[in-house]
C-alpha cells in the first residue's frame, strides 16, 4: 500500500502521542547482544557477526558498536533470550559497510520482541572489500541463508526462533540482498546499461569505472538467478541498490510481505536507490509492498548518529558525507521512523510493550 512521504516532527509526535496511551507503566523490551559466527562453505570461511535478541535473565550491561566517529547503544552482552518463540530478522548492510553499523536497527527491532542476526559480508564489508567481489550479490544472500541455518540450529537461540516468522532486512546494496532472499531476480544487462547511461551522475557506477570493472563481462546466469529462500516470509528494504530496470517480470516470486523505505527527496536522493517513479520506478513493479518516503534525509542517515567529533574528524579527512545530513534532519527520529516501518510491515510488537 503506496505512502505518502511523511515529515519526521510529525512522525515524532505521533509516535510519542502512542507511547503515552500505553500508560506509563509500559517499557521496550530489555535487549541483549552476543557475537555469531555461521558455517560458510561458499566462502571457505565461517561468517562473523552479531545477534540481538529480546533479552532474558544474566549477561552484563555495557556500551555497544561505539566508536570515535558513531553513537553506540546499552545492551546486556552474553545474556539468555526471553521466554518464548520470536520472530527472526537477518540483517544485511551496506557495500563497504559494517554489521555495527546497523546495530541501532538491530536493537530497535530486538526492543519490538525480534531476534535479528546480522554478519559482515565478505569481499564487500569494511576492512575486507574489494568492487569485484562486491559485485557477486548473490553471496550476499547466500550468507543470510547460511546465517539461518546456523541460528536455526544454534543452542541457545535456536529453541527462541520461530521457524513460521523470519523476515529480512537490509540497507543500500542491503536492501537488495534482502529483497533477492524474499524472491527477486536482478537483470545484469539493465544494470549495465543504467551505468552506461548514468555513470557521470552515479556514485557506484563511477566507482566501477575507475576499479577496471567491466559489468558486460560478469556472468549474467548468476547475476539474473533466483536466491529465493522459502523459509523468508517477509522483506524489509532501505534505500535498496541495484533495481534500475527491474520490473513485474523479475520480481514476480517476491514474497507478499515488503517494506521499502526511502530516504529524502527530489536533490536528497540517490539516483541509484531512487525507487519511485522519479527514479528506477521500481516501487510500481511491486503493488505489494507498503512504501514509506521519509524527509528531511539522505542515504546516509541511515547510518549510525554521528559524535560531534566524529562529525569534525570526517570534515578534515573529506569524507563528511557520512555525517552530514540535510537542513533539518534528525537522524535519530529517522531512525526511529524506519524501526516502526519494518516493525509494522512485519507484525512485531507495539513499542512501548514488553513481550509476554
Avoid: K
Wanted: net charge negative; proline share 8%; hydrophobic share 45%.
Amino acid at each position: 500500500m503506496p505512502l505518502p512521504t511523511m515529515p519526521l516532527p510529525t512522525m515524532r509526535l505521533a509516535a510519542a502521542v502512542a507511547l503515552l496511551a500505553l500508560g506509563t507503566t509500559a517499557a521496550a523490551q530489555p535487549v541483549g547482544t552476543s557475537p555469531f559466527t555461521a558455517p560458510a562453505a561458499h566462502h571457505g570461511a565461517p561468517l562473523v557477526g552479531d545477534v540481538f535478541y529480546p533479552a532474558g535473565a544474566g549477561g552484563r550491561r555495557a556500551r555497544v558498536a561505539e566508536n570515535a566517529v558513531f553513537v553506540g547503544l546499552d545492551a546486556r552482552v552474553g545474556g539468555a533470550p526471553a521466554d518464548g518463540r520470536h520472530p527472526v530478522i537477518l540483517l544485511s548492510h551496506g557495500i563497504g559497510g559494517h554489521v555495527r553499523s546497523l546495530a541501532w536497527l538491530a536493537a530497535g527491532l530486538a526492543e519490538r520482541g525480534a531476534i535479528v542476526v546480522g554478519v559482515n559480508h565478505p569481499g564487500s564489508t569494511f576492512g575486507d572489500f574489494e568492487h569485484a567481489r562486491a559485485l557477486d550479490h548473490w553471496t550476499r544472500a547466500q550468507d543470510l541463508s547460511a546465517t539461518l541455518d546456523a541460528l536455526l540450529a544454534h543452542p541457545t537461540f535456536g529453541p527462541h526462533a520461530d521457524p513460521a516468522r523470519i523476515y529480512a532486512a537490509g540497507f543500500s546494496f542491503g536492501g537488495f540482498t534482502a529483497l533477492s532472499i524474499g524472491g527477486l531476480r536482478g537483470d545484469l544487462g539493465a544494470y549495465t546499461a543504467f551505468c552506461g547511461s548514468a555513470a557521470p551522475h552515479v556514485a557506484h557506477c563511477r566507482e566501477l569505472r575507475a576499479a577496471g570493472v567491466d559489468l558486460s563481462a560478469r556472468e549474467a546466469a548468476l547475476w539474473d538467478a533466483s536466491y529465493r529462500d522459502p523459509r523468508v516470509v517477509g522483506v524489509a528494504a532501505i534505500d535498496p541498490g541495484l533495481h534500475a530496470g527491474l520490473g513485474p517480470a523479475h520480481a514476480a516470486d517476491l514474497v507478499e510481505t515488503m517494506v521499502l523505505v526511502g530516504l529524502g527527496e527530489a536533490g536528497d536522493r540517490l539516483i541509484a536507490t531512487d525507487f519511485t517513479a522519479g527514479g528506477s520506478g521500481f516501487a510500481g513493479a511491486v503493488p505489494q509492498a507498503d512504501v514509506v518516503v521519509l524527509a528531511p534525509a539522505n542515504h546516509f542517515t541511515a547510518l549510525p548518529v554521528c559524535t560531534p567529533e566524529g562529525a569534525a574528524l570526517l570534515a578534515e579527512e573529506g569524507d563528511d558525507a557520512v555525517c552530514t545530513d540535510p537542513p533539518g534532519t534528525d537522524r535519530a527520529a529517522v531512525h526511529d521512523a524506519i524501526v516502526a516501518a519494518i516493525a509494522d510491515g512485519f507484525g512485531l510488537v507495539p513499542e512501548g510493550r514488553v513481550m509476554p
